[in-house]
């Protein structure tokens, strides 16, 4: 059946409207004014940003950009009244400075870093990619840019048709050791688990090729895992790279990929079972699109599920059954929200809209892969499912509350459609994938 869609606006190009300029702000550096007007000509109607002090994440801010802009003294008020509660205690009290703030002695954030850094083991970088070459060679860039710079980049060419994904990883080995692999079985779970036979021993930082890495986003994970000896994955923050069109504002209002996990550091493990279940809310913990794996982790809950992920059935929610497992386990994630990547968001309301759909069928799917390994656990889902009916449904529950009145419902509909459509997704992916690995023998 072919999905319907209720009438898009005009683009936001073609409306003379920018949803919101992107920024990055350092308070230690002074703050700039921002424009009403984009360079296009475009009118900007909000300003989204990433508030930083000596190069840490602190939170987000929103604001509304009026006809006549906002001065470095608006942008400074505004950054006040949203995270004041936490940038003033590291400014002895302060309020957010305009003209930018020179510490007296080393912050202990670079200090901490720095000597994280002086025993930081090697890192490896994954990514798996289908025919985008452009995103990749942009991706590979922001890898190659590293504060710390990874071991090794390896990248997973799965099921290709050309040869321009392997072009542009020739063209990115001269400038550094970037690895190509090829994965001829369609599928993400597949790319996954190449990369994972080729990668053994070595710890595995994921990243899609859709994103770019902070240039701080290795360091950071690299001291996750030395304050965090225990910990089995790292998991960091998602923040959009770019919100040029309504669809990509609209999916930030769904949560984006951060689903309201905010920048406080955080630990999942047997010690938080009481707080937090391993299987509801899925994935509290972190995306797949930044996490970082010790060495045998995966191959501990038996690879990346090939029924599961971009190009099966289920659309995605591989990444939702590892970290599951994992803490079934006995595991342990450490949440960093100080290694940070930047997403590009799906631009139009068809994207988002079978995106959508691919996160209700990619739960329910993942769901029914635990249940097929692990039936026992029926009766724990169970007893959690009035928990997720609250939800769905309740108009102050985290998965709605953050939705403006201009949100499209069709897309909530959608999102449960595929809820309901996750467990015969699931099966024919499994089927599917026992097919492709038959033919490979």
Not at 224 to 237: F, K, Q, T
């Amino acid at each position: 059946m072919t999905a319907t869609f209720p009438a898009a606006p005009r683009l936001d190009e073609e409306s003379g409207l920018l949803p919101a300029v992107v920024l990055d702000l350092e308070l230690s550096e002074p703050l700039p004014g921002v424009g009403s007007v984009a360079p296009d000509g475009r009118r900007v109607q909000q300003a989204w940003a990433l508030i930083r002090l000596f190069t840490e994440p602190l939170g987000t801010v929103l604001v509304d950009v009026p006809s006549y802009g906002l001065s470095p003294a608006d942008l400074a008020a505004a950054i006040d009244a949203a995270l004041g509660d936490v940038i003033r205690p590291r400014l002895g009290g302060a309020a957010v400075p305009v003209r930018g703030f020179v510490p007296d002695t080393e912050p202990a954030f670079l200090a901490g870093r720095r000597a994280a850094l002086a025993a930081a083991p090697d890192i490896t970088v994954v990514v798996c990619t289908r025919e985008r070459p452009g995103a990749l060679a942009r991706c590979l860039d922001s890898l190659l840019d590293q504060e710390y710079a990874p071991a090794r980049i390896v990248v997973v060419d799965n099921a290709p048709v050309t040869d321009a994904t392997a072009e542009v990883v020739r063209s990115a080995a001269r400038r550094g050791r970037v690895d190509y692999l090829r994965e001829p079985k369609a599928g993400l779970s597949f790319a996954r688990n190449t990369a994972e036979a080729a990668t053994r021993g070595e710890i595995v930082a994921w990243l899609d090729d859709d994103e770019l890495a902070d240039r701080y986003w290795l360091a950071e994970v690299a001291r996750a895992l030395v304050e965090n000896p225990d910990a089995d994955v790292i998991s960091g923050v998602i923040v959009p790279a770019e919100l040029e069109t309504r669809a990509q504002i609209w999916f930030e209002q769904f949560g984006g990929h951060s689903k309201g996990r905010g920048f406080k550091p955080d630990t999942f493990g047997p010690h938080t079972a009481h707080r937090q279940s391993p299987l509801y809310p899925l994935p509290p913990f972190g995306t797949g699109a930044n996490m970082t794996f010790r060495p045998g982790v995966i191959a501990r809950i038996g690879g990346w599920d090939n029924a599961l992920g971009a190009g099966t059935p289920a659309m995605g929610s591989e990444d939702t059954l590892a970290f599951t497992q994992v803490l079934l386990a006995g595991g342990t994630i450490v949440y960093q929200p100080t290694a940070v990547t930047h997403h590009y968001h799906r631009r139009d309301f068809e994207g988002l809209h079978k995106q959508m759909v691919g996160y209700g069928t990619g739960l329910t799917a993942a769901y029914t892969g635990l249940l097929l390994r692990r039936p026992g656990l029926l009766w724990s889902l169970i007893k959690l499912a009035p928990t997720a009916l609250r939800d769905l449904t309740g108009a102050d529950s985290l998965r709605v509350s953050t939705l403006q009145d201009d949100f499209p419902r069709e897309l909530l509909t959608a999102n449960r459609r595929g809820m309901m459509a996750g467990p015969r997704a699931y099966l024919r992916g499994r089927r599917a994938a026992r097919a492709k690995l038959r033919g490979t023998r």
